[in-house]
């Protein structure tokens, strides 16, 4: 695609459910970038991979968070035994590795934990 | 502990009149600084950037200005357009240790008044 593509657009999840947020990037794009963004705040970074690596999980907020990448191109965001305060507009982003002035965030994944 | 500061949540302004919004940041390594833009439901896009040892770079209406002793930095729109109402992000970039990634500000609503 010509973007980068996040599905769904919006999840409800009861709490204490699993739930898969996947991220489609550009093509070509090695560098790949997840970050969450609550209410009232700008994206926090989460996870940063290069190719099939997590080279930087850092903000991951807890071991319930756990993102993959297993063929260098499509990437999960998985969140187990999800809580309220999980809920947030999840972005990915995507760019050559190197330059992360160029990257492009797809529309985001609304996650709503009732 | 926030790196990327912007203390104003929000800016009105009429059309035809300039905006400037403010960003400070406490980190010397950065390296780049960028401003997005944010509609509802989508994700940020890029709008500017300007690299640390530069003190000014413009792109038709919209122009960065870095002051590094004051560790601030500022987004002239002139003139201001209807279409500009967004939510702006002030970011940063910082690459160490392997991993690059953006850091964040809240961003600051403006509103372009017809």
């Given at each position: 695609?010509?973007?980068?593509?996040?599905?769904?657009?919006?999840?409800?999840?009861?709490?204490?459910?699993?739930?898969?947020?996947?991220?489609?990037?550009?093509?070509?794009?090695?560098?790949?970038?997840?970050?969450?963004q609550s209410l009232g705040q700008g994206?926090?970074?989460?996870?940063?991979?290069?190719?099939?690596?997590?080279a930087d999980?850092?903000?991951?907020?807890?071991?319930?968070?756990?993102?993959?990448?297993?063929?260098?191109?499509?990437?999960?965001?998985?969140?187990?035994?999800?809580?309220r305060g999980d809920s947030a507009v999840y972005l990915c982003a995507s760019s050559l590795v190197g330059r992360p002035t160029e990257a492009f965030f797809g529309q985001g994944t609304r996650l709503t934990v009732v | 502990d926030q790196q990327v500061k912007q203390n104003s949540p929000s800016l009105s302004v009429q059309e035809g009149r300039i905006s400037i919004l403010?960003?400070?940041?406490?980190?010397?390594?950065f390296d780049y600084f960028l401003w997005y833009k944010k509609y509802p439901a989508e994700g940020p896009t890029f709008l500017i950037s300007i690299s640390s040892i530069k003190d000014k770079n413009e792109d038709?209406?919209?122009?960065?200005?870095?002051?590094?002793?004051?560790?601030?930095?500022s987004l002239h729109i002139v003139p201001s357009q209807p279409g500009d109402s967004a939510v702006y992000f002030c970011a940063a970039t910082i690459a160490q240790g392997g991993s690059e990634k953006l850091v964040f500000g809240k961003g600051t609503k403006l509103t372009v008044n017809p």
């Open positions: 695609g010509a973007g980068v593509s996040q599905t769904p657009s919006n999840k409800v999840t009861e709490k204490g459910k699993y739930v898969e947020l996947r991220c489609d990037p550009i093509s070509g794009h090695t560098a790949l970038y997840w970050y969450r994206p926090e970074f989460l996870i940063y991979f290069q190719g099939t690596g997590a999980d850092s903000g991951l907020p807890n071991d319930r968070f756990f993102a993959v990448r297993p063929e260098g191109s499509v990437s999960t965001l998985k969140i187990q035994r999800t809580e | 403010n960003c400070d940041y406490t980190n010397s390594m038709g209406r919209f122009t960065v200005f870095l002051n590094k002793s004051a560790k601030h930095l």
